[in-house]
């Protein structure tokens, strides 16, 4: 049988800089392609996709497995989950590891390996219904007032209560619009607020 292979546009072991389980050590996978391409994304280098991007799985694992330390693998992009997951989420699982997944939501979720859904919506592509029973973490990019609305919106279609709710400040606008999600928060307490503290910190 032909080895599976997918687009790995890079995969390091950093610290997770973003939601509720920041500040942890995990080991990152980015995928590529995207079919969303947000004009403010700041991994624009995954969308396209070459043909020397094409990783197997054995590879992948791995390289994963070199860095003896790794309890928990992020799988994001791009878009991940326009690729079927569910081998090398099988093939992560058999060695042990946490798997999380980032994704807009706007593809079916395989959730059988999965530990960890974070879904982060775009306007220009909704997350498909059924994933909103699945979620474990809605984060959600705030660039300006009318993200607010959006959120609002957003966390109306959360069926569980043990979802936790994230404001993040797009990067290129954060100290402008902190302010506001600050006194957003403090009026709305059911949002946190997430910071990327890889980029203050200048990790990958």
Known sequence: MKEISYPI???FYSIQGEGHYYGIAAYFIRFGGCNIKCNWCDTKESWNIKQKDFVPIYKIISNVNKNHKVKTVVITGGEPTMWNLSPLMKELKKKGYRIHIETSGSYPIKEKYVDWITISPK???LPI?????????LKIVISDENDFFFAEEQATYIESTNCF????PEWNNAFRILPEIISYIKKNPKWRISLQIHKM???P
Request: proline residues 0%; positive net charge.
């Open 201 to 203: 910190l200048n990790l």
């Open 9 to 11: 546009k890079e995969s």
């Open 165 to 168: 709710l994230f404001l993040q």
């Open 129 to 137: 219904q059924e994933n909103y029973k699945k979620i474990n973490e």
């Open 123 to 125: 306007k220009i592509k």
